[in-house]
């Protein structure tokens, strides 16, 4: 029996990753798009407060279980910045190419140049769940100066990974799902939910 699951996103490329990875366990994934629903506030300070913030607010809309996630990068060096603004880093209106030349800046006179990714998976059962299904993932890489690669989205072509030589935006849709953190939190969450 197929069960339906919203996805609190409008990413296509987020859409259809869950999709392929959820389907052998029954759930035929939605986009809140496709229902019409809109985008909730972020207001916390934490990726796991906005994710399950995200999945409530899908699941009360429509009445479906939700998944929502929260991700970003987090460079020890800036405090754990951009973190849960990594979105937003440079302000409004939401630009990777802003977001990557303020981070380019920011990081320059620091000698530390580690960076990671983290993703938190929440899905609820339904709006009021009590016990929201939590998962996550970490991907460690350093920060380049100059871009390389023309796959990924978001801060990807200055994501180095060192034991590969290449950055996450020179890395195959395939490899880049198997190492990324959201990737990883995905895993896990199947695995607690299989």
């Given at each position: 029996m197929t069960q339906s699951l919203v996805l609190a996103s409008n990413n296509a490329g987020k859409l259809a990753e869950f999709a392929q990875l959820l389907a052998p366990l029954g759930f035929a994934i939605k986009s809140q798009r496709e229902l019409d629903i809109p985008e909730a506030e972020e207001p916390f300070g934490t990726f796991v407060e906005n994710a399950l913030a995200k999945a409530r607010h899908a699941s009360q809309l429509s009445g479906l279980p939700a998944l929502a996630d929260d991700s970003g990068?987090?460079?020890?060096?800036?405090?754990?910045?951009?973190?849960?603004?990594?979105?937003?880093?440079?302000?409004?209106?939401?630009?990777?190419?802003?977001?990557?030349?303020?981070?380019?800046?920011?990081?320059?006179?620091?000698?530390?140049?580690?960076?990671?990714?983290?993703?938190?998976?929440?899905?609820?059962?339904?709006?009021?769940?009590?016990?929201?299904?939590?998962?996550?993932?970490?991907?460690h890489g350093q920060l380049i100066e100059q871009p390389r690669g023309q796959g990924g989205f978001g801060y990807d072509p200055y994501f180095f990974l060192p034991s590969l030589g290449k950055t996450a935006a020179e890395l195959s849709s395939e490899e880049?799902?198997?190492?990324?953190?959201?990737?990883q939190a995905l895993r896990a969450l199947i695995n607690k939910l299989s």
């Open positions: 990068i987090c460079v020890p060096a800036l405090g754990g910045a951009p973190g849960v603004q990594s979105a937003r880093y440079a302000g409004e209106p939401r630009s990777d190419a802003a977001n990557n030349a303020k981070l380019v800046s920011d990081i320059a006179a620091h000698a530390d140049k580690s960076a990671y990714y983290y993703c938190v998976l929440v899905m609820v059962r339904h709006a009021d769940d009590p016990q929201p299904i939590i998962a996550d993932g970490v991907w880049k799902n198997n190492l990324s953190h959201r990737g």
